[in-house]
Nanobody
């Protein structure tokens, strides 16, 4: 199982970024995928999840600003991040649970300057 995240970068407050997570090694369209983030000195926290049927869930801190979506034809999940704030600065990881285990990508760094 592999999860490859990309799309991070440096952006000014109020800007947007789109993260992508491409997965392989499991039946992608049968699994929920999540985005998590970890800021320096803080614990990893849930950002958003999307189920196999497309139901979504968001952390309160990103509701109305972030949108998670999936393209099962490309085994990819996207995280559209708008109205970014300095507090969104973190490394963002995608996550999947398959075959009884948890899998994480290496993450992509998002830095939001004020």
């Amino acid at each position: 199982v592999q999860l490859q995240a990309c799309g991070g970068g440096l952006v000014q407050a109020g800007g947007s970024l789109r993260l992508s997570c491409t997965a392989s090694g499991f039946t992608f369209d049968e699994r929920a995928i999540g985005w998590f983030r970890q800021a320096p000195g803080k614990e990893r926290e849930l950002v958003a999840t999307i189920t196999s049927t497309g139901s979504t869930n968001y952390a309160d801190s990103v509701k109305g600003r972030f949108t998670i979506s999936r393209d099962n034809t490309k085994n990819t999940v996207h995280l559209q991040m708008n109205s970014l704030e300095p507090e969104d600065t973190a490394r963002y990881f995608c996550h999947a649970e398959a075959y009884g285990a948890h899998y994480w990508g290496k993450g992509t760094l998002v830095t939001v300057s004020s």
